[in-house]
């Protein structure tokens, strides 16, 4: 069996060719048509947007870098930066997801859609865009260990952005696979930061955040240990950004980065229940059985500068069961979907 500290791989250990050319064109998804992009890893990095039926506005990379909020960048829940830093920061902001498969006695460890592991298994990135422009997939299919990893990015009005992964197994043998992994956000931006303060004041900035979990919930809080002032005055920050998930039994959360090296060489994770002074994160570590042809899926979403109230109702929300709690996220999904086709029906744009 090879060490836990070396990852092997299916077939030949040589670097896997370049991807093939991009190739587009219109499928079924989610019950509803979207336009796909095959091999959208041989174009140059491209920009898009999501649109919503609220006051959410995201900005995303092919790269997966984003930068996203609500109203405008004064409430944003990843930093509001330029092109292409939001391009060029995709492997520390914004969606991180690492997986140890083990099929039999070896184990390889994963990590789609990131460039740490460039031609080391036979992969296929393709993306995907809905028409009204409410809904983005990305997707790898990794022929070497026989698995594909979906997700998409949608908004809803009552539970923010919403992130929606699946996980399959398209062995033909019959081959089932254990699957450890952790899987979350990078990056998570407290409440009450102004954009001026992300792009100049961010090495001062990391020194006041505070993140927080709940554990009867596992509800991430990411808020300031106070306001960035110098007077000698009460400056309390009294809302929090947040990050809940749906669907995963965790083993362990984490709040921040400083574990993820730990996952990858197989330690032990610990739990984080308080970190300050640090860039917050919100992970999930879990594992999963999959057998041949089996599909799992999670949630996980985030919103912005949530008072009191608002907590109180969503811990409540997260205490009622799992097969609710996702009925209700695709419900508002779907209202959020609506909603912007009424706003554009009503200027004749449809």
């Not at 040589?14 to 989610?30: D, F, M, N, Q, R």
Request: charged content about 20%.
């Amino acid at each position: 069996m090879p060490s836990k500290h070396t990852p092997t791989y299916l077939g030949e250990t040589l670097l896997t060719p370049p991807p093939a050319e991009p190739i587009g064109g219109y499928v079924h998804v989610l019950g509803e048509p979207f336009y796909k992009i095959q091999h959208y890893d041989a174009m140059p990095p491209f920009f898009m947007s999501i649109v919503s039926g609220a006051d959410h506005w995201l900005f995303i990379a092919s790269t997966g870098g984003l930068s996203a909020g609500r109203v405008n960048a004064e409430y944003a829940l990843f930093p509001y930066y330029t092109e292409d830093k939001i391009t060029e920061n995709s492997e520390n902001t914004g969606v991180k997801t690492i997986l140890r498969v083990t099929r039999g006695a070896q184990t390889w460890l994963w990590e789609p859609f990131s460039i740490r592991q460039d031609r080391q298994y036979q992969v296929e990135r393709n993306l995907y865009k809905n028409i009204p422009g409410t809904a983005l997939i990305f997707e790898e299919i990794n022929h070497s260990l026989e698995l594909v990893l979906r997700y998409a990015w949608r908004t809803s009005d009552r539970f923010g952005f919403i992130r929606t992964v699946w996980l399959r197994n398209i062995s033909a043998l019959k081959n089932p696979c254990d699957v450890e992994l952790l899987d979350g956000f990078q990056n998570i931006l407290p409440a009450n930061i102004s954009s001026a303060t992300q792009n100049i004041f961010s090495c001062l900035l990391d020194a006041y955040k505070r993140s927080e979990l709940d554990e009867e919930t596992n509800l991430g809080l990411y808020a300031l240990n106070s306001r960035l002032t110098d007077l000698a005055e009460p400056s309390e920050s009294l809302a929090a950004n947040v990050v809940f998930q749906v669907g995963l039994k965790p083993l362990h959360v984490l709040l921040s980065s400083k574990q993820l090296d730990h996952f990858r060489f197989g330690a032990n994770l610990e739990t984080e229940t308080e970190v300050r002074g640090v860039r917050g994160a919100y992970f999930v570590h879990a594992n999963l059985r999959l057998e041949a042809a089996q599909e799992v899926s999670w949630y996980q979403a985030a919103d912005v500068h949530q008072d009191h109230a608002s907590l109180a109702r969503l811990r409540d929300f997260l205490r009622t069961p799992p097969d609710a709690q996702q009925q209700a996220i695709e419900q508002d999904i779907d209202y959020s979907s609506f909603n912007l086709q009424k706003i554009v029906a009503n200027a004749d744009g449809i």
